[in-house]
């Protein structure tokens, strides 16, 4: 029986073999190409949106769960590590189905929620302290608090997290590594909030749409039938 290059990256002994550099190594040019297109298919229309609203903007109220968690600057250096752990999970993937059910699940969430943006545009109403940190400083002024609901951060933040039990079976340690990328991932809700750039409305939607969209994107996966492979 003859075995395609694919058929075995598919394999869950194939998986198992591989170490996490080779893991890296395993369709790179892919993955770079991936995430360049869909950064540029996330953030163009988000960043258009966000400075060329077609209705009129609604301010996002709070709730009591905004007055719990105060104002702290210093959280936007939790909030900006989002684009450290988009990658870990996609980066580690070696099956060409799991890479494009990941690009899939990216692609149908930004449009999603640029289709909410467009028909729904929010807006936060952020705090207006003495800053001292230029990091924050520098976020303020190069992002815009609107596009609020739903947060994209939150959404992003959840489906990475979620994106690991694709990988969890083959890496070593893996009840530590998921405890850590969800404490990572929770850590980067509250520092959405911290920061202000949304409010717990926005964390809720968007959280919602990052599991929806994990489970449209490996959904044939999470209820399939395990089936016995016959050849020839």
Known sequence: ?????????????????????????????????MALGLNLWALVPYYWLQHHPFFPVTIMPTIIADEWISFNEAAVWLYLSLFLLMPVAPMQMVSPDDTRRYALGVAGMSLLADLVFFLWPTTVLRPNPQMSNIVYQ?????????????????????????????????????????????????????????????????VAAGSLLGLIAYLAAFRAKLFAVPMIRKGR
């Open 1 to 33: 029986m003859r075995v395609s290059v694919y058929e075995f990256l598919d394999s869950d002994s194939a998986n198992t073999r591989l170490t996490a550099s080779k893991r890296l190594k395993t369709l790179l040019g892919w993955k770079l190409a």
């Open 138 to 202: 520098n976020l303020t002024h190069l992002v815009s608090p609107n596009n609020a609901c739903p947060s994209l951060h939150a959404a992003m933040a959840v489906f990475s997290a979620l994106c690991y039990e694709q990988i969890a079976p083959h890496m070593r340690d893996r009840q530590l590594w998921r405890l850590g990328l969800w404490i990572w991932a929770l850590g980067i809700i509250y520092a959405t909030l911290a920061t202000k750039e949304h409010v717990a409305l926005d």
